[in-house]
């Protein structure tokens, strides 16, 4: 049995739980054996590393710390101004950003602040200074028709929900799609790619005051240079979402005309997904937003996370090393390695490959929605999610496509010869499952079929294949 550091560490955690609620330690330890057999795809997932994950079980849970490194509403903050002024240095030496602000809890949080800040710094109003002071969940239906009243038709344009873009982006239902006049532009219903000329029509017409860039299942690189240049040849201010390849820039794999940093306003990240660090929110910009973007607590946020901003602050500092950027273009290879082996099988992809971290399948070639297909793989032990592609018939529910991506499978050390393996194994599962029928017999569209023997037979192989990369292999846990 291995007595390392990181196994004591996290035995010693669960024996502490268990003494309390021992159901707790075992959907934790339940969780770790889950994630270790199966083959995890999901292009918003990783692993983060032993130190990131221990880093947010400590002490700083305990502390509230409003305000910013140095000007806190509370006492004895001296130790998360520490951690917190270390993360935002890791931050800003990996992406040469001049200002980083690493307190949002998510990506929403953090393209909140980044919303709130550029209203702030670009329009004079009573009610959004009311509003800044109150958190946005305060906000009333009379003060939104306040607000609304006293900026006027505030404009955003974004990349729309079927072509790859996020539901903060303007989305309706979305708190983005209450602030903002939005409209949004596509992909070219040929190739699946932007379409810059067309952007630049749109936003010519629609004038915007925020041109946002960035998508959750895009799966090429986007020309900053070119959106900036659009945002500027309207007065808009240029925002970039990079939460999904935030890994990429960080080890610069991204670089030049892809890399946002030197080209938007401002730019937001989660900092999990291909960034590898804990689950939370970045925002990056120009001294010119940095006092706006510092007010996110109480803006937008309530009290800061510190024991998650410790975290952050690890896993910033792992980005930091060289090894890094051989992990962000190891995630590429990976990508265009699976998409290619689909492809020989006959898979049909949305752009026709990929350029970054992330594979869009369309399944209807299968005779599947993206329900189904979805589901069936889980079966078979590999975890994707479904996601609608552009025109998708099916919308955002059932869908018609499944995302992929190869940021958690690289960090276990899978390669090209693993990645052509996982494209037979899902090509098996989608090719032999069928689209079911309801209760009146009538076509289905999460309804499925799929031969148990196939799933188990899948499922073992899935294991087979994950058994030389083990997931934390110096953690033991029995």
């Given at each position: 049995m291995s007595h390392n550091a990181e196994s004591t560490a996290f035995r010693s955690a669960l024996e502490v739980i268990r003494a309390v609620e021992p159901r707790v330690a075992d959907a934790i330890g339940a969780e770790l054996a889950d994630?270790?057999?199966?083959?995890?795809?999901?292009?918003?997932?990783?692993?983060?590393?032993?130190?990131?994950?221990?880093?947010?079980?400590?002490?700083?849970?305990?502390?509230?710390?409003?305000?910013?490194?140095?000007?806190?509403f509370y006492a004895g903050c001296q130790n998360v101004d520490t951690v917190e002024a270390l993360a935002a240095e890791h931050a800003r030496e990996l992406f040469g950003a001049a200002h980083a602000y690493v307190q949002p809890h998510s990506g929403i949080d953090a393209n909140l602040v980044a919303?709130?800040?550029?209203?702030?710094?670009?329009?004079?109003?009573?009610?959004?200074?009311?509003?800044?002071?109150r958190h946005v969940n305060d906000l009333t239906e009379e003060d939104w028709f306040a607000l609304r009243r006293e900026l006027g038709d505030q404009r955003m344009l974004g990349m729309s929900l079927d072509a790859g873009g996020h539901l903060t982006h303007g989305f309706r239902p979305n708190i983005s799609g209450k602030m903002f006049d939005q409209r949004s532009y596509g992909t070219d219903p040929a190739t699946g790619l932007i379409d810059y000329d067309k952007v630049a029509e749109a936003a010519r017409e629609f004038r915007p005051l925020i041109l946002v860039a960035g998508y959750s299942a895009y799966p090429r690189k986007v020309n900053f240079r070119i959106m900036r240049e659009i945002a500027d040849s309207v007065g808009a201010t240029f925002m970039v979402d990079m939460a999904h390849f935030a890994g990429l820039v960080a080890g610069k794999v991204f670089t030049g005309d892809f890399d946002p940093v030197p080209h938007a306003h401002i730019v937001?990240?989660?900092?999990?997904?291909?960034?590898?660090?804990?689950?939370?929110?970045?925002?990056?910009?120009?001294?010119?937003?940095?006092?706006?973007?510092?007010?996110?607590?109480?803006?937008?946020?309530?009290?800061?996370?510190?024991?998650?901003?410790?975290?952050?602050?690890?896993?910033?500092?792992?980005?930091?090393?060289?090894?890094?950027a051989d992990y962000a273009q190891r995630i590429v290879d990976n990508a265009q390695a699976l998409a290619d082996g689909l492809l020989r099988r006959g898979a049909s992809l949305v752009t026709g490959g990929t350029d970054n971290h992330?594979?869009?399948?369309?399944?209807?070639?299968?005779?599947?929605?993206?329900?189904?297909?979805?589901?069936?793989?889980?079966?078979?032990g590999i975890v994707t999610n479904r996601n609608a592609v552009p025109q998708d018939p099916?919308?955002?529910?059932?869908?018609?496509?499944?995302?992929?991506?190869?940021?958690?499978?690289?960090?276990?050390?899978?390669?090209?010869?693993?990645?052509?393996?996982?494209?037979?194994?899902?090509?098996?599962?989608?090719?032999?499952?069928?689209?079911?029928?309801?209760?009146?017999?009538?076509p289905s569209k999460a309804k499925y079929v799929l031969d148990p023997a196939v799933a188990e037979s899948v499922g073992k192989q899935a294991a087979d294949l994950l058994t030389p990369f083990p997931l934390y292999p110096e953690v033991t846990l029995g």
């Open positions: 994630q270790r057999e199966s083959l995890k795809l999901i292009a918003s997932e990783n692993y983060a590393s032993p130190a990131t994950l221990l880093a947010m079980g400590n002490w700083f849970s305990d502390k509230y710390a409003e305000g910013t490194v140095g000007r806190r919303f709130w800040a550029i209203l702030a710094d670009r329009v004079e109003s009573p009610a959004l200074k009311k509003a800044q002071k937001t990240t989660t900092t999990h997904k291909s960034l590898r660090g804990p689950r939370g929110g970045m925002v990056l910009c120009g001294p010119e937003l940095a006092d706006q973007v510092d007010r996110g607590c109480p803006m937008v946020l309530g009290g800061p996370l510190p024991h998650v901003m410790a975290a952050k602050a690890v896993a910033l500092a792992e980005a930091r090393r060289p090894d890094f992330l594979v869009l399948i369309d399944v209807s070639g299968y005779g599947l929605t993206g329900r189904q297909a979805e589901q069936a793989l889980l079966d078979s099916n919308g955002a529910w059932y869908t018609s496509g499944i995302r992929i991506g190869t940021p958690a499978l690289t960090t276990r050390g899978l390669g090209a010869a693993e990645m052509d393996a996982t494209a037979e194994l899902m090509h098996t599962v989608l090719d032999r499952t069928t689209a079911g029928t309801g209760p009146d017999g009538a």
